[in-house]
């Protein structure tokens, strides 16, 4: 894939894919950044040897692809002021911004563009995020394999066939790191209670957890397989089960995904609007 990939932000999601593209092979001199904060723009440079604009304009002429990088408060804005350049040029639109729909960055750049939205999460900024993508109609086959190439480059990528899915990637991906981070939070907080000292205890949890999800990732067994392969008839493993499932842990996670995906859809009528 030679494309001219332009990135319209120069955050840390940006910098993130920018990184793994470079890691991958891409060539540095086929990406562009926009941003405009001159620190930014100078850190990209000197990091990755790409070209940086302050202004999107005369970036987005040279653009095959652009990826919007902004907060999801700016894009309307910032479609405003690059409509009538990529009308010009038609190229593929990738979005990170959370929570806005292709109709709207449609709507808001003018109409009839091809449009792949993403929903990347945190770790993506380590190259092992989970990334959701969904295209809407004008998009095409190589296009949405450029789509995957970019957004590969920090981690797994899946592709939905619905839009109100991605809501659904938001309350489990793109918000899940938050849930692992409060559970292991509490197992520290936990062993201390019980008598462990602080750095013990996040070691162990840390490395739990690692330990726990190496072992979905390169077993052939699913979740609940290798729950009950731990769990020992009249265990401590059981007891502890035991107790979550007395205390309807399955509900709160099921209830907890559920705000996240309605706040989700929130969100998108919030920042979509006509208005």
């Known amino acids: 894939m030679n494309a001219k990939i332009c990135f319209i932000g120069a955050g840390n999601m940006a910098k993130s894919l920018i990184g793994g593209l470079i890691a991958s092979g891409y060539d540095a001199n086929n990406i562009l950044a926009t941003d405009p904060n001159q620190e930014q723009r100078d850190a990209l440079s000197s990091q990755f040897a790409i070209q940086t604009y302050a202004n999107n304009g005369e970036a987005l002429m040279h653009a095959d692809i652009i990826v919007l990088a902004v907060k999801p408060q700016i894009l309307r804005q910032v479609c405003a002021e ?114 462990l000292d602080a ?22 067994q699913d979740c609940a397989e290798l729950r009950a392969n731990v769990t020992s008839p009249n265990g401590t493993t059981e007891k502890a089960i035991q107790y979550f499932e007395t205390h309807n842990l399955r509900d709160t996670v099921a209830g907890a995904m559920n705000a996240a995906r309605n706040r989700a859809q929130e969100l998108a009528d919030e920042l979509g609007g006509e208005a």
Not at 87 to 115: F, H, K, M, Y
Not at 152 to 163: H, M, N, S
Not at 200 to 219: F, I, P, Y
């Open 199 to 220: 750095k013990s205890a996040h070691l162990l949890t840390m490395q739990t957890a690692l330990g726990a999800a190496k072992m979905v990732m390169e077993s052939h």
């Open 82 to 195: 690059i409509s009538d350049t990529v009308q010009a040029g038609s190229p593929l639109i990738i979005s990170v911004a959370a929570g806005i729909r292709t109709d709207d960055i449609n709507r808001w750049l003018g109409g009839e563009l091809a449009i792949v939205r993403t929903m990347p999460n945190t770790p993506a900024l380590i190259q092992t995020g989970a990334i959701g993508l969904y295209a809407n109609s004008q998009v095409n086959s190589e296009q949405k394999s450029q789509a995957e190439h970019i957004m590969r480059a920090t981690g797994l990528t899946l592709w939905v066939e619905q839009e109100n899915q991605i809501d659904v990637v938001t309350a489990l991906s793109g918000s899940g790191p938050a849930y692992y981070f409060l559970f292991m939070e509490a197992m520290e907080k936990a062993a201390q209670d019980m008598g």
